[in-house]
């Protein structure tokens, strides 16, 4: 009788095509055949099964927060415990715990977990609405164009826009605008955080540049330059504790962006930097006054009551 060969994770993609290139495909079922037994429990109970327990803490780990993790990642970490993983994900999938997808050229599968909350959410969703999601699962915190997203999956726009409130409805995705191109509309998952090239960062408020908040702030550190340390110098590490304290800025900023606000000072000559601290960090201290223009005429000079600078030059005169 020959061997039995062992189980693997045979992947069946619903072949899709469109205009420009491969498509992301959806991954709609995993073909197994195993007898290798597991216990499911939900993710706040004890779990009797290690290998699940294992492998949904890896899909956990932050850092496969979005695109999910890779087949081949899967292999390396489990080695010959690998073939054990296909009940485990065929459950989770049936379970809508499980999404799998390919990106944009690439023959790597990856796979996402999703929480109980959003388990339930996708619930009831068709094949062409679990397409879209991947999509835009596999942006990022970057998003994706809706142009992008139609020509990826060569759904009709007409079918799109269906999918996009019923998506938007159930809060699995959300509509953002980027900074650098406003008539864009881009869609990422509900629950990322827009990376600051996409939001612009703390000195944009709803897609504008905020010179107010940003002026507000400048005046702050102008305070602290001259009143902390009774003007011997502060360093940023200082200033960004004291706007902290102070609870100045509506968003937390970091230690960069606070060195950002503090050069603009520099480049207009409103502070400058002298010294260090202990630990190497720069002072700064209130800029000394220089005016580049003479604040007398030259027929001023000539008057015998001239006075400059402290210095009385009625004695050349007499």
Same mark, same amino acid.
């Given at each position: 009788?020959?061997?039995?060969?062992?189980?693997?994770?045979?992947?069946?993609?619903?072949?899709?095509?469109?205009?420009?290139?491969?498509?992301?495909?959806?991954?709609?079922?995993?073909?197994?055949?195993?007898?290798?037994?597991?216990?499911?429990?939900?993710?706040?109970?004890?779990?009797?099964?290690?290998?699940?327990?294992?492998?949904?803490?890896?899909?956990?780990?932050?850092? *496969?927060?979005?695109?999910?993790? @890779?087949?081949? #990642?899967? =292999?390396?970490?489990?080695? %010959?415990?690998?073939?054990? $993983? !296909?009940?485990?994900?065929?459950?989770?999938?049936?379970?809508?715990?499980?999404?799998?997808?390919?990106?944009?050229?690439?023959?790597?599968? *990856?796979?996402?977990?999703?929480? @109980?909350?959003? #388990?339930? =959410?996708?619930?009831?969703? %068709?094949?062409?609405?679990? $397409? !879209?999601?991947?999509?835009?699962?596999?942006?990022?915190?970057?998003?994706?164009?809706?142009?992008?997203?139609?020509?990826?999956?060569?759904?009709?726009?007409?079918?799109?826009?269906?999918?996009?409130?019923?998506?938007?409805?159930?809060?699995?995705?959300?509509?953002?605008?980027?900074?650098?191109?406003?008539?864009?509309?881009?869609?990422?998952?509900?629950?990322?955080?827009?990376?600051?090239?996409?939001?612009?960062?703390?000195?944009?408020?709803?897609?504008?540049?905020?010179?107010?908040?940003?002026?507000?702030?400048?005046?702050?550190?102008?305070?602290?330059?001259?009143?902390?340390?009774?003007?011997?110098?502060?360093?940023?590490?200082?200033?960004?504790?004291?706007?902290?304290?102070?609870?100045?800025?509506?968003?937390?900023?970091?230690?960069?962006?606070?060195?950002?606000?503090?050069?603009?000072?520099?480049?207009?000559?409103?502070?400058?930097?002298?010294?260090?601290?202990?630990?190497?960090?720069?002072?700064?201290?209130?800029?000394?006054?220089?005016?580049?223009?003479?604040?007398?005429?030259?027929?001023?000079?000539?008057?015998?009551?001239?006075?400059?600078?402290?210095?009385?030059?009625?004695?050349?005169?007499?």
């Amino acid at each position: 009788m020959p061997p039995k060969r062992p189980p693997s994770i045979a992947i069946a993609t619903a072949a899709t095509k469109r205009r420009r290139g491969t498509a992301i495909k959806p991954i709609v079922s995993m073909a197994v055949s195993t007898s290798v037994g597991t216990s499911y429990q939900d993710d706040d109970g004890e779990d009797s099964n290690p290998l699940r327990k294992e492998f949904l803490q890896l899909l956990s780990a932050p850092q *496969y927060k979005g695109r999910g993790v @890779a087949n081949s #990642a899967l =292999k390396a970490h489990f080695g %010959d415990k690998y073939t054990q $993983l !296909v009940p485990i994900i065929n459950e989770l999938t049936r379970a809508s715990r499980l999404t799998m997808s390919k990106a944009n050229g690439e023959n790597e599968v *990856y796979f996402s977990l999703l929480s @109980a909350v959003e #388990a339930s =959410k996708m619930q009831g969703l %068709d094949a062409h609405s679990k $397409l !879209v999601y991947q999509v835009i699962e596999s942006a990022g915190n970057k998003g994706i164009w809706t142009v992008d997203i139609r020509v990826q999956t060569n759904i009709p726009q007409a079918t799109l826009t269906k999918i996009f409130k019923q998506l938007e409805t159930r809060k699995l995705i959300k509509p953002i605008k980027a900074v650098t191109a406003k008539t864009k509309k881009l869609y990422m998952l509900y629950d990322l955080v827009p990376a600051k090239e996409i939001t612009g960062g703390p000195w944009y408020t709803e897609g504008e540049f905020d010179h107010e908040f940003i002026a507000e702030l400048r005046n702050f550190i102008i305070m602290c330059v001259r009143r902390m340390n009774r003007g011997k110098g502060v360093s940023i590490q200082q200033i960004s504790d004291k706007m902290v304290q102070a609870n100045v800025s509506r968003v937390q900023l970091s230690l960069e962006e606070v060195r950002q606000l503090v050069q603009t000072l520099l480049h207009d000559y409103v502070i400058e930097e002298r010294g260090v601290t202990d630990d190497g960090m720069a002072l700064f201290v209130p800029a000394k006054k220089i005016t580049t223009m003479c604040e007398f005429g030259w027929w001023d000079v000539c008057v015998r009551t001239f006075i400059l600078g402290g210095l009385d030059l009625r004695m050349m005169w007499c």
